[in-house]
């Protein structure tokens, strides 16, 4: 299976900041990565699919990028309702779809 | 408008199976399955694959989960077999999208909690 590692696991932010978070493949996978956004006691919720296309609704403070093995989740200016775990995901081998460990972003 | 409706909280023993719905309107019926331990991440267990027709199942539960899909009723089911201590977990059914690159997981059920207990 194709492993999906985030860093970091976890990080403090304060509202305002610009936040990056890692996702790596353990091989390369195109633009097959997808991001969301889970808040304690929700389903997750789609950001990006294909790397870096913004899902409908989501706000424009939150981008893609990365092909291959490696990529970012940007948000460029945190806010309140931001704080939560955000999850890659890869969909590059439909046979066994993989998550990342999940990064948690607290309040500083 | 797209809505995902799962059935309710479930407690099993040792042993047991467990079949959880999800009930989808606005949206094509091709469900998938993630399921999330207490305090951990998301796990993928299966679903349709939409572009072959088929349902792919993750290794891990190969012969023990089941997915079947009522099209008269826009309801997927996934039954788990043989449920031990560590299939507790929020069981989440998502539909999913198709891009070029690749398919992504739209909408989400509330999730159905599964407690394994004796």
């Known amino acids: 299976d194709i492993q999906m590692t985030q860093s970091p696991s976890s990080l403090s932010a304060s509202v305002g900041d610009r936040v990056t978070i890692t996702c790596r493949a353990s091989?390369?996978?195109?633009?097959?990565l997808n991001w969301y956004q889970q808040k304690p006691g929700q389903a997750p919720k789609l950001l990006i699919y294909?790397?870096?296309s913004l899902q409908s609704g989501v706000p424009s403070r939150f981008s893609g990028s990365g092909s291959g093995t490696d990529f970012t989740l940007t948000i460029s200016s945190l806010q309140p309702e931001d704080f939560a775990t955000y999850y890659c995901?890869?969909?590059?081998?439909?046979?066994?779809?993989?998550f990342g460990g999940g990064t948690k972003v607290e309040i500083k | 408008q797209v809505q995902v409706v799962q059935s309710g909280a479930e407690v099993k023993k040792p042993g047991a199976s467990v079949k959880v719905s999800c009930k989808v309107s606005?949206?094509?019926?091709?469900m998938h399955w993630v399921r999330q331990a207490p305090g951990k991440g998301l796990e993928w267990m299966g679903g349709?694959?939409?572009?072959?027709?088929?349902?792919l199942y993750a290794q891990n539960f190969q012969g023990r989960v089941t997915m079947t899909e009522d099209a008269s009723t826009y309801t997927s089911y996934m039954e788990l077999s043989s449920l031990r201590s560590e299939d507790t977990a929020v069981y989440y059914c998502?539909?999913?999208?198709?891009?070029?690159?690749?398919?992504?997981?739209?909408?989400w059920g509330q999730g159905t909690l599964v407690t394994v207990s004796s």
């Open positions: 091989q390369s996978i195109s633009s097959y």
């Open positions: 995901q890869q969909s590059y081998s439909p046979l066994a779809l993989t």
């Open positions: 606005g949206y094509e019926l091709s």
């Open positions: 349709f694959d939409p572009e072959d027709g088929k349902t």
């Open positions: 294909a790397a870096s």
């Open positions: 998502t539909t999913v999208g198709i891009a070029v690159a690749g398919n992504y997981f739209d909408y």
